[in-house]
């Protein structure tokens, strides 16, 4: 096998071993993204609530609960603002 097969195969190796690295993951875990509520950024301070923002804290439901035990976003997800954008999104009160 010549020196470029041999890389060739060694990063294809590599790669697969990192699919399965992240596909054994927990799914929870690996989706639970505070950035991916930027959407709902403007509506925490006064804007307007946006589809987006609620696609976003409806696939962001499941961890809510984390982010409210975190002290660098608890002030965010337990406000009264917070509170306000989840029921025009339709999520129900947490119940941590």
Partial sequence: MGKATA???LALAL????????AARPLDAAACNPAALSPCGGALFGGAVTPGC??????????????ARNPAYRSYVNGP???????????????C
């Fill in 7 to 9: 890389t060739t195969v």
């Fill in 15 to 22: 790669c697969g071993a990192a699919l399965l690295l992240l």
């Fill in 54 to 67: 609620c696609v976003q804290l409806k696939a962001q439901q499941p961890c809510l609960c984390q982010y």
């Fill in 81 to 95: 603002a917070a509170q306000s954008v989840a029921k025009a999104c339709g999520i129900p009160k947490m119940k």
